[in-house]
C-alpha cells in the first residue's frame, strides 16, 4: 500500500506543474513565462498568503472528519454532514451577495434529501459487515468509546469550514484580474505546505522506513494525476459557475458512480437509493428553472 499523505503532497505539486505548463503555453515564451512568474507569483507573497486561508481551512475540515467519523455512526455522519449544501449556500448569499429565491432553497433542501438516500445504501452495507464482524465472538476488537456531541461538533464545524472556504475562494476568483492559473498555484503552495506538514507529522517513520514512493505503480499515479486535474476542474467550475452548482455537479456524480458501478461491480441499487437519485435529479431541475418567469408568462 502506498502511504496516502504523500499522494495529497505530490497532487498538490502537480497541480502547481500543470498550472505552470498552461501558463507557460498562454505565454508563448519562456521570457514572457518566466516575468509573469516572477511578477504575479514570487513578486505577490501577500496574495499567496491570502490562500492560507482556504488551504487552511480545508486541512482542518478533513482533520475534523476524521474526529466526527470516530465519533458518530455513519447514518448520523452522513445525515449532518450533508448542511455543508446549506452552509454552501448561505456564504453565497453572505459573502457573494447571491440572492436565493425560495424555490431555490427548496431546491436545496430536497438536494440534501436526495443525496442522503443515495448514499443511505453504502452506510447499511457498511452496518451489515460492522454486525457480522461482531458475531465473531473470537475476533471481536473493543471499540473505543464515542462521543457524539464531540462528533456533531466536528461535523458542523467541518460544514461551516468547507462552505466557507468554498465561497472565499470563488470571492477571490471573481473579484481579482489576477489569472485563474496563478491563483492555482498560490493556493497550490499552501496546499502543499499543510500537506507536507501532515505527511512530515503522521508518517515520517514510515517513508524513512520504505521511502516517499513505496507502494506506487502506475494506478497509484493515475490517482494522484486525478486528484490534481480533478482540482484545477474544480477551480473552473467556481470560476465560471458557483459554488452550489458545483455540489449539484458532485451529487450527480455521485448517481453516475453508481450507474456505472452497476456494470463494472455488479452492484445493485436498493429502491431508497432510486428514490434518493430522482429526488437528486428532481432538484437540480427546480434549481434550474426560474418559477419566477414560468408565473409571468402563465399569466393572460
Not at 461491480?265 to 429526488?279: D, H, L, M
Request: proline residues 2%.
Amino acid at each position: 500500500m502506498y502511504i496516502a499523505s504523500t499522494a495529497v503532497f505530490l497532487a498538490e505539486v502537480l497541480k502547481i506543474v500543470a498550472c505552470l505548463a498552461v501558463m507557460r503555453h498562454q505565454q508563448g515564451s519562456w521570457r514572457k513565462f518566466s516575468l509573469m512568474v516572477r511578477r504575479e507569483i514570487l513578486g505577490k507573497p501577500k496574495e499567496t498568503l491570502k490562500m492560507l486561508i482556504p488551504s487552511g481551512l480545508y486541512a482542518l475540515q478533513n482533520n475534523l472528519l476524521y474526529v466526527a467519523l470516530s465519533n458518530l455512526e455513519a447514518a448520523t455522519f452522513q445525515v449532518t454532514y450533508q448542511m455543508k449544501i446549506m452552509s454552501t449556500a448561505l456564504f453565497s448569499v453572505v459573502l457573494l451577495g447571491r440572492s436565493l429565491s425560495r424555490d431555490k432553497w427548496f431546491a436545496l433542501l430536497l438536494l440534501m434529501i436526495g443525496v442522503t438516500l443515495v448514499q443511505s445504501q453504502s452506510m447499511s452495507g457498511n452496518s451489515s459487515t460492522g454486525n457480522n464482524t461482531a458475531q465473531l465472538k473470537d475476533e471481536d476488537i473493543p471499540m473505543a468509546p464515542q462521543n457524539p456531541l464531540i462528533g456533531l461538533i466536528a461535523v458542523i464545524t467541518s460544514c461551516i469550514s468547507s462552505g466557507f472556504a468554498g465561497c472565499y475562494f470563488e470571492k477571490i476568483l471573481k473579484t481579482s484580474d489576477t489569472s485563474m492559473w496563478v491563483r492555482n498555484i498560490q493556493l497550490g503552495i499552501s496546499g502543499s505546505f499543510f500537506s507536507l506538514v501532515g505527511m512530515l507529522a503522521y508518517d515520517m517513520q514510515s517513508i524513512r522506513e520504505g521511502g516517499l514512493l513505496q507502494g506506487y505503480d502506475w494506478l497509484t499515479w493515475v490517482v494522484v494525476a486525478n486528484q490534481a486535474l480533478g482540482g484545477l476542474l474544480v477551480a473552473i467550475v467556481v470560476k465560471y459557475a458557483d459554488n452550489i452548482l458545483k455540489g449539484f455537479a458532485t451529487s450527480l456524480s455521485i448517481i453516475v458512480s453508481g450507474i456505472i458501478s452497476i456494470y463494472l461491480f455488479n452492484f445493485q441499487p436498493s429502491r431508497v437509493f432510486i428514490v434518493g437519485a430522482f429526488i437528486v435529479m428532481i432538484s437540480s431541475y427546480l434549481y434550474g428553472i426560474d418559477f419566477s418567469k414560468k408565473l409571468v408568462n402563465l399569466k393572460p
